[in-house]
């Protein structure tokens, strides 16, 4: 018998529609209202505005570590714009943006970092799952939450993103055959920002795509541009309205780039360029998008500066408010209690270490 190639249901297509001077492929250009354009602007800039706020409360100890978002609001903001309130967002570490738009405020944000763990506390009503430090763990859990409306013969959706570091974790690679086996409605999104941590998208696979990863398994993918929010929400919009009509998952690779450190304990200048990112920065999602909002005669710049000082307004009053809770909430030293009936030297360590920096701030 002859050799012969094998057909596969799916291939991998790229979607840009905005490219970095703003300019719009009419084709492929979305049918939305002005007001939902408006929308995505807003919740991209305070995306970025909040992000950069809370780099400065970091670097003052005010807060502690996190991972900024800067140059991803696109592929966030872009993605979770596609899901209903009833649908669920399960988040990785990076998506602050995302659980903003969804509902969760940024005093309980300021506060989860500061180390109150009544920031993460989820809202009765609100479908977000806490964020997942261990890398790709979550994708198994929206895999699993998707099994459970489909069960339930509900029309929701789950909505999980990762990065590009954990499709090499076989995490990813179980919810993938999980999702694709039993066809439930969950949309794997990935934000292929080019690293993980330190180590660069080239020594973590000899894959030419992310999104090809899900077709061994039997579920469509498309690699977007990351930096697009209008290829972004239009991938979203296909992939959610696919998941909830019954005809299973999707992946999205988002294309885009981490402009700023992986985490604020991290020095990207120790493993990579300072012209690879200005490469990226004028590829800046905020500002390609602003450029088309103006070309639309939708915006102008007053009314950027409006929204500015909107936005700024916002984020002095949520600071105040988070650092008004925390002083509500009491002494910090009862992080220790009720673990152990004893504590162990390295936890009593600790303890006094806190109780002495307390001691010293008070004073």
């Given at each position: 018998m002859p050799r012969q190639?094998?057909?596969?249901?799916?291939?991998?297509?790229?979607?840009?529609?905005?490219?970095?001077?703003?300019?719009?492929?009419?084709?492929?250009?979305?049918?939305?209202?002005?007001?939902?354009?408006?929308k995505l602007h807003r919740g991209m800039l305070l995306g970025r505005r909040f992000d950069e706020r809370l780099l400065q409360l970091q670097r003052q100890g005010r807060m502690g570590t996190f991972a900024p978002i800067t140059g991803q609001e696109a592929a966030q903001i872009g993605a979770v714009a596609a899901l209903e309130d009833s649908d669920w967002l399960v988040p990785s570490f990076r998506e602050m943006a995302a659980e903003i738009w969804r509902g969760k405020t940024m005093e309980n944000v300021i506060l989860l970092y500061a180390g109150y763990n009544e920031g993460g506390a989820i809202p009765d009503g609100l479908n977000n799952l806490p964020i997942a430090i261990p890398v790709g763990t979550q994708t198994l859990h929206a895999a699993g939450i998707a099994y459970a409306m489909k069960y339930r013969q509900e029309k929701?959706?789950?909505?999980?993103?990762?990065?590009?570091?954990?499709?090499?974790?076989?995490?990813?690679?179980?919810?993938?055959?999980?999702?694709?086996?039993?066809?439930?409605?969950?949309?794997?999104?990935c934000q292929n920002n080019h690293w993980a941590i330190s180590i660069p998208r080239s020594k973590q696979t000899r894959s030419k795509t992310l999104a090809q990863k899900a077709l061994?398994?039997?579920?469509?993918?498309?690699?977007?541009?990351?930096?697009?929010?209008?290829?972004?929400?239009?991938?979203?919009?296909?992939?959610?309205?696919?998941?909830?009509?019954?005809?299973?998952?999707?992946m999205i690779e988002c294309v885009t780039y981490r402009m700023s450190v992986h985490t604020t304990a991290d020095d990207p200048k120790r493993y990579r360029r300072e012209e690879d990112v200005e490469g990226w920065v004028a590829k800046d999602p905020i500002t390609r998008f602003e450029k088309y909002l103006k070309s639309r005669k939708i915006f102008t710049d007053k009314k950027?500066?409006?929204?500015?000082?909107?936005?700024?307004?916002?984020?002095?009053?949520?600071?105040?408010?988070?650092?008004?809770?925390?002083?509500?909430?009491?002494?910090?030293?009862?992080m220790f209690d009720h673990v152990f009936a004893e504590l162990p030297p390295y936890l009593r360590e600790q303890h006094e270490e806190l109780r002495k920096e307390l001691r010293q701030d008070s004073t």
């Open positions: 190639e094998i057909e596969l249901p799916y291939r991998i297509d790229y979607l840009s529609i905005l490219d970095e001077q703003g300019k719009v492929d009419q084709d492929l250009e979305p049918d939305v209202d002005k007001d939902f354009l408006l929701h959706v789950a909505m999980v993103f990762f990065g590009d570091g954990a499709t090499s974790e076989g995490d990813f690679h179980e919810a993938l055959n999980f999702a694709g086996v039993f066809q439930v409605p969950v949309v794997f999104v061994a398994y039997g579920v469509p993918g498309i690699q977007v541009d990351g930096n697009d929010v209008l290829a972004v929400y239009s991938a979203a919009r296909e992939a959610v309205e696919r998941a909830r009509s019954g005809d299973g998952p999707s950027i500066e409006a929204i500015e000082a909107e936005i700024k307004q916002e984020i002095k009053e949520a600071v105040e408010r988070s650092e008004k809770k925390m002083e509500e909430l009491g002494d910090p030293l009862l």
